[in-house]
């Protein structure tokens, strides 16, 4: 059985190639691209532009869309998180975060994840697979249609932050081709700039990332300031340890151009990393290696049957405080659609009791 071809996750012009090779002229490819990416159309029966005969032809090589929305949530604050399912029935998560003066999306760049970090739900799934590019790029469309209409211009400027399930640097050459995709002014125009990504620290590709003249924003998640408890709550650090993750964030900030942002996210676990101590370990480690990037602190997002609790908004002034007093910029990050199992480390295919609707129209 030959193939079928995954439209969405091709640019535009090995789309062109796509339909040279059905005998149709490049313009078509064009006109499936804009289709496709730019109308968010997710079959060939309603790009009406399209002579018929094409359009079946098209169905029996191709996919215009393969995920389905299985539900929908939405949480108090605005936040919807979509559940969804892969052709071969795997699921994939997505959130939509509206804010003030721009959206978020954060998606997935693997069906659950091969990392063991105890304070995530999603490690719970373990790696069931990595997503396709064309995947990765539909998470994104189905979003923005179920929140602004199909192919309505977002009236905000739309963020992409790679840090729902998955270790995207796991999945780097599919995450990169999707971001590629949807570059494209002719499509979603959603541009590296405006593309977060979000890494446990895989040092190897840190490195690669290092050479890539348009990428996205890079943000490490540290979430220990030790290579004892760190290995404790995150065992990747027993491949790559500290002083070897540093290294390489240090190789990589002298890549940095200006506007980039390079981030470090810490997960503040009450009672666990969040001492005094812990803050002044945190900020000699930074210091020591010469690294100027900013820290995020996320509170914990509490799940059963996760060991952890947030720590105390008094003892994150603190630790704050601490990082401050000693040079490091520091961010608190505002926990958005904990409700719905929506936020940092909530995503594990979970059915909650709120507003919940089958087979949205998007
Ligand atoms: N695998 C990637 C991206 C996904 S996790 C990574 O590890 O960076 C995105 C961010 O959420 C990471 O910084 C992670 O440390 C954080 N996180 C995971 N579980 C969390 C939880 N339960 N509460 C708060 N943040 C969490």
Known sequence: MKETVELLGLTKSELVSFVETLGEPAYRGRQIFGGLQHRRLRSFDEMS??????????????????????????????????????Q?????ETVFIPEEHRDTICFSSQSGCPLQCTFCLTAQLGLLRSLSAAEIVEQIIIALNDAYGVGVKPPRG??????GAGEPFLNLESLMKALRVMSDADGLYI????????????VPKILE???VPDRPHLAISLAAPTDE???????????????ELLSACKTFEKTLKPGERFTFEYVMLAGVNDSDEHARQLANLLNRHGLTAKVNLIPHNPADPLPYQPSPPERVDEFKSILESKGIHVYVRRP???DIFAACGQLAARHSTLIETNSIGV
Do not use: F
């Open 209 to 211: 990332l290092a050479t």
């Open 49 to 86: 532009d399209l002579p018929k005969p094409l359009r079946s032809r098209l169905e029996e090589v191709g996919r215009a869309s393969s995920l389905r929305v299985e539900s929908r949530y939405i949480s108090e604050d605005g936040t919807r998180r979509y559940l969804m399912k892969t």
């Open 229 to 243: 408890l760190r290995e404790e709550l995150m065992p990747i650090n027993k491949r790559w340890p500290l002083a």
């Open 158 to 163: 739309t963020n992409l932050v790679a840090m």
């Open 336 to 338: 958005r659609g904990r």
């Open 191 to 202: 541009v590296p700039n405006r593309v977060t990504v979000s890494t446990a620290g895989v």
């Open 88 to 92: 071969d029935n795997l699921p994939v």
